[in-house]
């Protein structure tokens, strides 16, 4: 796959280009110009095959995932996405692929107003690194390490269903179309193939989240570093942990539960919020329709304890997410 | 390899940050200050094991040629390199591999002033990707598009001599060190292995150059490219080409005239000078002892032609490069 065949095929795929695209893809680098008195915000992220997802992960879901993972860190700053670059590394020419691929990418892109500014393919074991853009105005990005005493803890967006879904897909043997799939499977898989990064959300937390995190690890895992950045402790309040319908429906309460505390790949925001702020925030949500839940409260100390209604506290089975091996 | 593991380092290697780094490594995503007036330039490459380097190639080179390509790319604009990020994929934990690689990836990101601001270490086949952050006023970026006829053709940089030194490896096994190196494999191999952006000629060029090209796939392929986006032809002097004391002492003259042509890796800039404005630039390119060679002119019409002292055509037998196999 030569990089001028991906090229072509972006060029008739790719929507509009944004007016602050002085030189896309085609030249050496892109010529970028930042908005005045904003900043920019960046990250990259890399998905590779076997690590971060299925080997029989359908190439459009894999494009739509690449960007999303990248965008839910621009979500996670409170940044407004802007502009893309996509390495992709292939283990030989196949323009199917990548145009299933390419037509998942930009799907996400076109609806959230980012352009594709340049890239670069490559031989090798499949996997693909993207770096995103987004820009924010000074001083507002959402931090890792604000969070104080006293602060409520929130989450936007599903947890444990990425994980519930990997679940079934590995039960499944990774078949693409059982005949026997359910309504709820089906749900779960979605979620984890095609996570929705979390943006309004992410705009509506600026300047008033004390600090927020996009939970990719599992929420113990980011919470936790939530916790470290700002030197403070956070109790969880475990009846207050959302539990879907489609979760409680395929597993068993125990197992919903590790899912919720320790699945990856949810691509929800964990933020803190200041207590006097916390109403209008929830209603500001509420009228985005973004799904949200207070989870419990930062207090002093160090590390995460977990409370049942009763008072008692918690032992979680499972602490953190690992990549699933193939 | 953890990802805190390669933060934990990085801090330990690291050295001057610049101020305008808002936040650096350890968040979601990095916030990166513009400066007023100007542009945002941005590129990513790829490496991958056994495509784009020898497997037995040295951690620290590895690290430093990961960064130069891409500030290569930033070179060719006329960019002033600021930021990067890092995407590490490792086939499994090996700490003295990272400390080599980030030691050779920092000490060309310190001579350049270039600061490290966030990354990500996957478990997977051997690639780096790595994006690099430059800045340039408006209007001065170098592009592709702009050559014209009559314009002379500049090379900044040496052509052949890293393919040169690949080729003794190669024929050497690839083994680092044997004992009957001669001092110009040394030198070629170190071309290959530590090549040097040509950032300084970079910023010479701009606003006189009309079209400007780094020489990553040789030299017919990316002139090839200026010839494309300007809708221009080239006229190569076949006497002109500078072929370097080392590659013939290595190489036959035909050999030399292949690597010259069409060997990879050079991370030379190829760009086209108007007449008026070739003196001033060549001086100033010598002020800075910066290896300079006019090598033909643009004129009208497709394609490249050689042309010898006699008049005759010169057919190349290479004619663009081709990723090794291992």
């Not at 403070?232 to 207050?240: K, P, Q």
């Not at 429906?249 to 691509?267: H, I, M, P």
């Amino acid at each position: 796959m030569a990089e001028f065949d991906l090229l072509a095929l972006i060029r008739e795929l790719r929507g509009h280009q944004r007016s602050d695209v002085l030189l896309g893809m085609g030249d050496d680098a892109a010529v970028l110009r930042v908005a005045e008195g904003m900043d920019l915000v960046t990250c990259v992220d890399t998905l590779v095959a076997g690590v971060h997802f299925l080997p029989a992960t359908p190439a459009w879901d894999l494009g739509w995932k690449s960007l999303a993972v990248n965008l839910s860190d621009l979500a996670a700053m409170g940044a407004c996405p802007s502009w893309a670059q996509l390495a992709l590394t292939l283990p030989n020419s196949e323009p199917i692929f990548v145009r299933d691929f390419m037509q998942g990418f930009l799907a996400l892109a076109q609806r959230e107003g980012v352009t594709l500014v340049g890239g670069d393919t490559t031989c090798g074991g499949l996997a693909i690194s993207v770096t995103a853009y987004g820009l924010i105005p000074p001083g507002q990005a959402l931090r890792r390490d604000g969070a104080q005493p006293g602060d409520h803890i929130l989450v936007c967006g599903a947890l444990g269903e990425a994980a519930g879904g990997l679940a079934c897909l590995q039960a499944d043997g990774g078949s693409k179309e059982s005949p026997e799939v359910k309504p709820q499977q089906k749900r779960l898989v979605q979620r984890l193939q095609r996570p929705e990064p979390m943006l309004a959300a992410g705009l509506l937390l600026r300047g008033r989240a004390s600090a927020c995190i996009d939970v990719s690890d599992g929420l113990l895992s980011d919470l936790g570093h939530l916790c470290t950045a700002g030197d403070v402790a956070a109790e969880l309040w475990l009846d207050a942990l959302p539990r879907s319908e489609e979760l409680c429906a395929l597993f068993n309460a125990e197992e919903v539960l590790d899912l919720v505390l320790a699945g990856g790949d949810d691509y929800a925001l964990c933020c803190t919020v200041p207590e006097a702020l916390l109403v209008a925030v929830q209603d500001d949500l509420a009228g985005r329709e973004i799904e949200t839940q207070v989870i419990g409260r930062m207090v002093a100390g160090r590390g995460i304890s977990i409370l049942g209604s009763a008072g008692h506290t918690f032992q979680p089975r499972r602490c953190g997410y690992e990549h699933f091996k193939t």
